[in-house]
């Protein structure tokens, strides 16, 4: 599938000041600056004003496609490097996960759930020796 510049392109003359807006939901970004460009964003593919397909993408493209927004990168399909790194990273270590506590209505810690009920079962012993 090539770049479909043709529905992308919907821009519309809207209003008195004539200006463009994109009435299409065929989503593309437009990623230019003074190193090259302008590379087009879609389908999670970069390319070309031609429509190829850009393999490997060239280096200034990232700095200036990562100031558009994350929802715009969503809706285009394409991650920054550093969000699939972070994703697809290898997981040595889970993260700890937190304790599930419940806090205990006879002294008001905080106790594991786990024991909780160990723990209850001690204030109600602790109760009948007073
Ligand atoms: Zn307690």
Known sequence: MGLNLRKAHVYEKVGKRQEMQLVAENHIVRIRCSEGGPLFVQSGQVYSEGGDVIKPIPAW???????????????????????????????????????????????????????????????RKADKVS
């Open 61 to 123: 493209f990232w700095p200036e496609y990562e100031k558009v927004s994350p929802e715009m990168r969503k809706i285009v399909g394409l991650a920054l490097p550093s969000d699939v790194t972070a994703k697809a990273g290898p997981l040595t270590e889970k993260p700890a996960l937190p304790i599930p506590t419940k806090d205990c209505p006879e002294c008001g810690k905080e106790v594991k759930k786990a024991s909780f009920g160990l723990h209850v079962a001690r204030h």
